[in-house]
């Protein structure tokens, strides 16, 4: 997302892929405290609600997957734009295993 393209919507494309992966990064870190809270707390109420807001994290990696997956497809990018497409597909997954390891 360091160099801008002709086409306008491209840049937006690649920047909502990282829109969406810092936000399911942030999603994931509250699991994680939320996590450890109910843990240390003993509490099952905020335990099922991590259990609960996984599928949030799931929608999301299906959700940079499908994009990504469309902006190779339409835009057939090269060099350092594949490279982040390719990386925000395997950071949403990576992102996603944290939300499961969270629950």
Known sequence: MQSVHIISAYDEELKYLS????????HAERMVEQAITA???ADPG???KVIRDDQALD????EID???IVIIARR??????????VGAIRISADIE???DLGK
Do not use: H, S, W, Y
């Open 59 to 62: 929608e999301g990696q299906r």
């Open 76 to 85: 057939q990018p090269m060099a350092t734009d594949l490279r982040e497409i």
């Open 97 to 99: 295993r944290v939300g």
């Open 66 to 68: 499908d994009k990504a």
């Open 39 to 41: 843990l240390v707390n």
């Open 19 to 26: 829109k969406r992966i810092a936000a399911m990064g942030g």
């Open 46 to 48: 905020l335990a099922q």
